[in-house]
């Protein structure tokens, strides 16, 4: 099913991790060209701005080559114009297979026809079934995966869940009103069913290769389970999709419930991902939990903005010095030790300022009894006297 030779992959995941080793300060340059140099890998760019670079170049290629389809066919299919776009999906298709196959992966010019192929074939499909939103989103469902499964790009795993996300949320839709008032909790099994099927089939992998689209999508259902009961977005929700006119005094139902899961389901996160160390499910936790502040300001406004700023400061200074202090000398399990394979010494750099903005001192080594001293040349030498 993949396109590219496995043992090319291989060879690109240990040059990955030898550039880390080499980041980290356990290779040296000339090592780790060395090893590049041995192994044979695709053709791939991880600056950004080379990729974006090649990428921009893929799409003016892409588009050319559409724009110069229809200029010749233009006249000949008349008003069936929507043969067109679906034509123009399958030279991204064929461009994507092409490039993949001269080894381009993860190189720009790929992502192009890879990104476009899908984009061109949802408008396609829109307009053949009028813009049956279920239809579209149950395509790109199908062929986000399989591109996914054949080209191994990241892009195409978040396609694939956002399609099939969309594609449950529509169906939703055709029960009507039950659907639409159900939709929170069918939402919450989603992820919960997404959550232990993408944590149950990482150890069972024969092929490494999908991991990293594996792991996205467990990161995905985390987000999506916590705004699926997110109390301002089901109330937003149901403003929109229900017509639903809340009045001042009132409130949605299930409000406590939902109160309750905003502020929740943040705690659980970054107290089981320090329980597992789990570092993706901590950063989810700090991001849902700062959500969860901004929900509950966004319709009770208790003090203002610069108090709420202020104290929020202060608290989190707090917290933070209290963690290093506590975190500082540990070794294993959740510490404050640096780690090597991060290209900055943020942590040592926070510590130092909280300890000069705090006035405190460097620690002090335990003084000897012996004393030291004597001579008469250049300072501390020994005595004349034995």
């Known amino acids: 099913m993949i396109v590219y030779d496995k043992v090319e992959l291989e060879n690109l995941a240990l040059v990955e991790e030898a550039h880390s080793l080499k980041e980290a300060g356990f290779v040296d340059s000339n090592q780790y060209d060395a090893i590049k140099k041995e192994l044979v890998i695709p053709k791939s760019y991880n600056n950004l701005l080379i990729r974006a670079a090649f990428f921009l170049l893929g799409v003016f290629l892409y588009s050319s080559i559409c724009g110069f389809l229809t200029l010749i066919s233009a006249e000949a299919l008349d008003e069936n114009f929507k043969i067109i776009v679906f034509l123009s999906a399958i ?34 499909i829109g307009l053949f079934t009028d813009g049956n939103e279920i239809v579209i989103a149950s395509f790109i469902t199908l062929t986000a995966l399989m591109s996914y499964l054949r080209y191994l790009h990241l892009s195409m795993a978040l396609l694939f869940c956002f399609a099939l996300t969309a594609t449950l949320t529509y169906a939703m839709f055709e029960l009507g009103n039950t659907g639409k008032t159900v939709l929170p909790f069918i939402m919450m099994l989603f992820a919960v069913a997404l959550y232990f099927l993408t944590k149950t089939t990482v150890p069972k992998l024969a092929n490494p290769f999908y991991h990293k689209g594996i792991s996205l999508a467990n990161s995905f259902s985390l987000i999506l389970f916590y705004l699926s009961g997110n109390y301002l977005v089901v109330r937003e929700l149901s403003v929109v999709l229900l017509g639903a006119a809340i009045a001042p005094n009132s409130d949605i139902p299930f409000a406590l419930f939902f109160y309750g899961f905003t502020f929740v389901v943040p705690v659980f996160y970054l107290v089981y991902s320090l329980l597992k160390k789990e570092r993706i499910m901590l950063w989810i936790g700090f991001l849902t939990f700062g959500f969860s502040i901004y929900t509950i300001r966004f319709y009770y406004a208790v003090l203002p903005i610069e108090i709420v700023l202020t104290t929020g400061g202060l608290l989190l200074f707090a917290f ?3 963690a290093i202090k506590k975190l500082k000398n540990k070794e294993t399990g959740v510490t404050f030790k640096p780690n090597r394979f991060t290209k900055t010494n943020a942590f040592l ?18 003084e000897s009894n012996m004393e030291f001293g004597g001579g008469g040349f ?9």
Not at 378 to 386: E, K, L, N, T
């Open 320 to 322: 933070t010095y209290f």
């Open 349 to 366: 750099n926070a510590e130092i300022l909280i300890s000069s903005q705090l006035g405190l001192k460097p620690e002090t080594t335990t």
């Open 91 to 124: 030279i991204g298709f064929v461009g994507a297979e092409v490039l993949t196959r001269q080894k381009f992966y993860g190189h720009g010019l790929d992502d192009a026809f890879i990104l476009g192929s899908q984009l061109t074939l949802a408008i396609a």
């Open 378 to 386: 250049s300072g501390g030498g020994s005595g004349d006297s034995f």
